[in-house]
């Protein structure tokens, strides 16, 4: 059963902070990837990367960076939190062409 | 622009029935598409998915169905039970990594 864990179910940062989200799969996936969730636009990508070091930018990605130097774990930056970054996040894995597992969530809000 | 689009954002069903979720596409390289179930404050959860080389796919009381020519598949839920209501994601591929997820249909089931 593949797990995706991800570090905080809720978060709260201040304006300007500098925030770290963590996602770990366990089962070797060579794909990660990492989302946004937000009412009336469904999810929107943020960035992915398919392979160690490697990364790609989603739809989205003005605000953020990521890491990923082990292949089960993969870290969404933000480098300077703002009140339009509040927003469900959401990690996933795939392995190939297939579908996404997907993490809980973090909830951050950013005051 | 949004290349999946689900125009429903709630539909509401009474438990025994049939539920019926639309969505439309306008990326005419997708030729993946999957649907995903997501409970409040949890991740999404891989529900059915079909390739664009068949035009159903059914998976015990899921079944969705292809129709290439208008760009729109379909999500049927026979019957409709309580544990059902969730928001749905219709999601779609083009031969790569990433997926591009519709807004969501928020669907209720009443006893």
């Known amino acids: 059963d593949v797990k995706v864990t991800q570090s905080s179910r809720y978060l709260v940062k201040r304006t300007g902070e500098k925030v770290f989200l963590e996602c770990v799969q366990d089962?070797?996936?060579?794909?990660m990837f990492w989302y946004r969730q937000d009412p009336g636009l469904g999810l929107r990508l943020i960035y992915f990367s398919y392979d160690v070091k490697m990364k790609e930018k989603g739809d989205i990605p003005e605000g953020y960076s990521v890491s990923r130097e082990k292949k089960e774990r993969f870290s969404l930056i933000l480098e300077s939190a703002s009140t339009n970054q509040t927003s469900m996040y959401l990690c996933?894995?795939?392995?190939?062409?297939?579908?996404?597992?997907f993490g809980p969530g973090t909830r951050l809000t950013v005051l | 622009d949004q290349q999946v689009k689900q125009n429903s954002p709630s539909l509401s069903v009474q438990e025994g029935r049939i539920s019926i979720l639309n969505c439309d596409y306008t990326n005419s390289m997708f030729d993946y598409f999957l649907w995903y179930k997501k409970y409040p404050a949890e991740g999404p959860t891989f529900l059915i998915s079909i390739s664009s080389i068949k035009d159903k796919n059914e998976d015990g009381r899921f079944t969705v169905f292809l129709n290439k020519s208008a760009k729109h598949l379909s999500l049927h839920i026979v019957p409709s039970q309580p544990g059902d209501s969730a928001v749905y994601f219709c999601?779609?591929?083009?031969?790569?990594?990433?997926?591009?997820f519709g807004a969501g249909t928020t669907v209720t089931v009443r006893a």
């Open positions: 996933a894995s795939t392995q190939g062409y297939s579908e996404q597992f």
């Open positions: 999601a779609a591929s083009a031969k790569d990594y990433k997926l591009s």
């Open positions: 089962m070797d996936h060579e794909n």
